[in-house]
Nanobody, 123 residues
Framework: QVQLVESGGGSVQAGGSLTLSCAASESTDYCFAWFRQVSGQEREGVASIHRLGTDTKYADSAKERFTISKDDAKKSLLLQMNNLKPEDTGMYYC??????????????????WGQGTQVTVSS
């Protein structure tokens, strides 16, 4: 089973930017996604990317502000987050997802999870 390790989280003021990284222990020639969880709430999908890297899916809250990408040569996944808002605060998880369901951004379609990295956006 692939091991996923996130990094890049931190504290930032509203309007700022962060780039989250996810290092995989094996090939990233598959489909991946980022999820966010706020304490006491369910984990929700933020963005996903198809194996070929050409198709992506974003939650409405992430559209036009977040960009998901992957670098198969480096076995890594990225989430560029711009114009951050306090409501973006949460634990962000990298996940490998079933390719035939990559667009759902649903937790039941996750194959493997990373440990998470915390993002805190202050107003």
């Amino acid at each position: 089973q692939v091991q996923l390790v996130e990094s890049g989280g931190g504290s930032v003021q509203a309007g700022g930017s962060l780039t989250l990284s996810c290092a995989a222990s094996e090939s990233t020639d598959y489909c991946f996604a980022w999820f966010r969880q706020v304490s006491g709430q369910e984990r929700e999908g933020v963005a996903s990317i198809h194996r070929l890297g050409t198709d992506t899916k974003y939650a409405d809250s992430a559209k036009e502000r977040f960009t998901i990408s992957k670098d198969d040569a480096k076995k890594s996944l990225l989430l560029q987050m711009n114009n951050l808002k306090p409501e973006d605060t949460g634990m962000y998880y990298c996940a490998k997802v079933f390719c035939n369901r990559y667009y759902t951004l649903a937790t039941q379609d996750v194959v493997s999870w990373g440990q998470g990295t915390q993002v805190t956006v202050s107003s």
